[in-house]
T-cell receptor
Framework: GAVVSQHPSRVICKSGTSVKIECRSL??????MFWYRQFPKQSLMLMAT?????????EQGVEKDKFLINHASLTLSTLTVTSAHPEDSSFYIC?????????????FGPGTRLTVL | LAKTTQPISMDSYEGQEVNITCSHN???????ITWYQQFPSQGPRFIIQ???TKVTNEVASLFIPADRKSSTLSLPRVSLSDTAVYYC??????????????FGTGTRLQVTL
């Protein structure tokens, strides 16, 4: 149990286009989902916290108009990278927290590799 | 969230026990210690979590001294497939809401024959 999926696993796009990444909790409900970004050889950096039915909370330095997050249901959160540029190329990872549980039950997705040409 | 300090990298031979120590001098009373494992191009995977003394599961053991200012992840008899980055995190649990996780640099473990 506690499986989190991401789609797509890999995407290549042209500069200026928008890309949507989906994060789904497959067998549990997640009130909170988190979005991270990871550059090569670096640690995960939290971008935003997504709560079902409310606006996402962005970390300092993360542009909310560029990284649009929607958490429309208890099993789905989406991250849209708008007007992507080569510097947005990165590995994007989501995690989902089980309803009613806390820190040790954050389950991570497999990640999405975004390459912007 | 308490800041953590880990060695950047470690090397081990297959079959050996590996101990990775994490320092968290500013750990708060209600903070727990959690370790994650990450393989290249994959999301992190939960390994073990503890509050004090010793915790053991089928994968690893976690040793936490009385002052809780550090913790040691112990991997018994590592294999090549244990080559990964290991992250130590500290933060509150059972607050009623999901807590943010702040990842440090992690420890890159390389296991060879």
């Amino acid at each position: 149990g506690a499986v989190v999926s991401q789609h797509p696993s890999r995407v290549i796009c042209k500069s200026g286009t928008s890309v949507k990444i989906e994060c789904r909790s497959l067998d549990f409900q997640a009130t909170t989902m988190f979005w991270y970004r990871q550059f090569p050889k670096q640690s995960l950096m939290l971008m935003a916290t997504s709560n079902e039915g409310s606006k996402a909370t962005y970390e300092q330095g993360v542009e909310k108009d560029k990284f649009l997050i929607n958490h429309a249901s208890l099993t789905l959160s989406t991250l849209t990278v708008t007007s992507a540029h080569p510097e947005d190329s990165s590995f994007y990872i989501c995690s989902a927290s089980r309803l009613g549980m806390a820190q040790d039950t954050q389950y991570f997705g497999p990640g999405t590799r975004l390459t912007v040409l | 969230l308490a800041k953590t300090t880990q060695p950047i990298s470690m090397d081990s031979y297959e079959g050996q026990e590996v101990n990775i120590t994490c320092s968290h001098n500013n750990i708060a009373t209600n903070d727990y210690i959690t370790w994650y494992q990450q393989f290249p191009s994959q999301g992190p995977r939960f390994i073990i979590q503890g509050y004090k003394t010793k915790v053991t599961n089928e994968v690893a053991s976690l040793f936490i001294p009385a002052d809780r200012k550090s913790s040691t992840l112990s991997l018994p008899r590592v294999s090549l497939s244990d080559t990964a980055v290991y992250y130590c995190l500290v933060g509150p649990q059972n607050t009623g809401t999901a807590s943010k996780l702040t990842f440090g640099t992690g420890t890159r473990l390389q296991v060879t024959l």
